[in-house]
């Protein structure tokens, strides 16, 4: 799966590159949004921009007329969807938190690696887990069922290791998006630097 822009690989072209655009502004509180600057930060031709748009306005997204400017209706029912699609961080940590609760002696999980950082555009790029348990806590077969199923959900390839701490996860998973989920407040995620 592409984490870089999944929008636009579900639709791909001027389409997705617009509605991603337009998913993104309206994650960041905003209600209006100028064509001109918009298409050019979505590598679309303005009167493509507004021909998108303007489809958006009959799923309600938007409001008629579409012109140098797209107001978006804030209250839509489809937003949350498509900012959700836009950004894939939230749902990636929820699953790693209800795998991790699957299987108990696991404390804390680490992940790096493209899927990890957002930047994956293809299946071969992977994510790197490293399952944070007590020694010889975590089976062979259970580490290996669980990369399967997070292949099969993320829809990119994974890699699942078993380290005792963070020191050791952080030797070995890459640097590129590595972080912590920890368990500490009931699997609330929290970033953590590099040990």
């Known amino acids: 799966m592409n984490y870089d822009n999944p929008i636009a690989t579900l639709f791909p072209g001027a389409a997705g590159r617009t509605v991603a655009e337009l998913a993104r502004r309206h994650a960041l509180g905003e209600n209006v949004v100028e064509v001109k600057a918009a298409a ?25 007329p579409v012109t140098e400017q797209v107001r978006l209706v804030r209250e839509n029912i489809m937003w949350p969807a498509l900012n959700d699609l836009a950004d894939t961080q939230f749902r990636l940590d929820a699953l790693l938190r209800d795998v991790a609760a699957t299987c108990p002696p696991v404390t804390r999980i680490a992940v790096a690696g493209p899927v990890a950082a957002g930047t994956a555009r293809t299946f071969p790029e992977r994510l790197e887990v490293a399952l944070i348990a007590p020694a010889d806590a975590v089976s062979d077969e259970q580490r290996e069922e669980i990369a399967e199923h997070l292949s099969r959900a993320l829809g990119n390839a994974c890699v699942v290791t078993v380290a005792q701490d963070e020191h050791e996860a952080a030797q070995l998973l890459a640097d590129e998006g590595f972080r912590v989920i920890s368990s500490a407040t009931g699997w609330a995620t929290r970033l953590s630097a590099r040990p």
């Open 40 to 64: 050019g930060t979505a590598a679309v031709v303005p009167d493509q921009f507004v021909k998108v748009a303007t489809r958006l306005a009959l799923m309600g997204l938007v409001r008629f």
